[in-house]
Nanobody, 123 residues
């Protein structure tokens, strides 16, 4: 069993930055593909970013490319999401998720989810 705990959310002005962290329990973190998703009120959960087991490859939704960076530190069992130039429409609960294999963007295929952290971007 893997437990994921997100942190780093909060209130930020449009154009500002936040860094989210997701700490994982267990000894299998380096074997997991990791993803970040977000869900705004009244909207479906959407893929934001994903990262390979080693951290060598990362993937992004078109809407965040060039502004968000996903990274991981396997020694610390932690994955990060650096978010720059935030927009008001990116206000949402942000979730990290983990899976053993499969497509990063497919939310239904993730095996483990964190509880989420609220990000609010004000104008």
């Amino acid at each position: 069993q893997v437990q994921l705990v997100e942190s780093g959310g909060g209130l930020v002005q449009a154009g500002g930055s936040l860094r989210l962290s997701c700490a994982a329990s267990g000894r299998t973190f380096s074997s997991l593909l990791m993803g970040w998703f977000r869900q705004a009120p009244g909207k479906e959960r959407e893929f934001v970013a994903g990262i390979s087991r080693s951290g060598a490859r990362s993937y992004y939704a078109d809407s965040v490319k060039g502004r968000f960076t996903c990274s991981r530190d396997n020694a610390k069992n932690t994955v990060y999401l650096q978010m720059n130039s935030l927009k008001t429409e990116e206000t949402a609960v942000y979730y990290c998720a983990a899976r053993w294999r499969g497509e990063y963007i497919d939310a239904s295929g993730y095996d483990y989810w964190g509880q989420g952290t609220q990000v609010t971007v004000s104008s």
